[in-house]
């Protein structure tokens, strides 16, 4: 469960992100409400992961799911460009948030193992 936290959160911040672009500095009322519920949303569930998760690893994969998706959409959605260099630190970025996944419970398994 702590995994899907993360990932909601993750999401979360993906529209609280473009939210502060639409919101024009706080200038338009709904566009500011919602940004305002999706930051507090994606950090109460960003706060549940932490309880099991350790931080590093789930402050990395929050913000690099944030990182990741708010590229992704505008690539996708609103013309930003994706040349070959953003593409390969993007799949960088992903590999890591994975690899950061894979790895999280090997500490938890040798500190099990010791005790």
Known sequence: MPWIYLVLAGICE??????????????ELVPSVVTGILIIVSFILFSKAMKSIPIGTAYAVFTGIGAAGTVIIGMLFLDEGGGIGKLLFLGL???????????????????????
Do not use: P, R, V
């Not at 993906?14 to 200038?27: D, E, N, P």
């Not at 970025?93 to 010791?114: A, R, S, V």
């Open 14 to 27: 993906i529209g609280w992100a473009f939210g502060l672009k639409y919101s024009k500095g706080f200038t």
């Open 93 to 115: 970025l992903l590999g890591g948030i994975i690899g950061l996944k894979m790895t999280t419970g090997d500490e938890d398994n040798e500190k099990e193992k010791e005790n």
